[in-house]
Nanobody
């Protein structure tokens, strides 16, 4: 059974940083897309960052230059480094992994992913 487990969320002041981590259990995803999404209260889940392969990344415009996604295939993990956080970044953050070929997968779309973590809360105070 595949399981994604996130960690690293918490409360931080505006301008602060957090690092989210996600470990995958049950199968390896080294050749498949992985990503991060978030959902703020009253809003739909939105794409934050994705990685098709180890050297191909994408970000939503609001986090470009502030967030960085990375993965360690040896450890079957994906991380999200978040800097210069603002209250607008407050949300539950979800790790996602796909079992589909990256050649035919849009890593920015939620329906491209087959596995999801339980979410970790990130709260940024003003």
């Amino acid at each position: 059974q595949v399981q994604l487990v996130e960690s690293g969320g918490g409360l931080v002041h505006t301008g602060g940083s957090l690092r989210l981590s996600c470990v995958a259990f049950g199968r390896t995803f080294s050749d498949y897309p992985m990503g991060w999404f978030r959902q703020a209260p009253g809003k739909e889940r939105e794409f934050v960052a994705g990685m098709k392969w180890t050297d191909t990344t994408s970000y939503t415009d609001s986090v470009k230059g502030r967030f960085s996604i990375s993965r360690d295939n040896a450890k079957n993990t994906v991380a999200l480094q978040m800097n210069s956080l603002t209250p607008e970044d407050t949300a539950i953050y979800y790790c996602a992994a796909s079992s589909r070929s990256p050649l035919f997968t849009d890593e920015t779309m939620a329906n491209s992913y087959d596995y999801w973590g339980q979410g970790t809360q990130v709260t940024v105070s003003s």
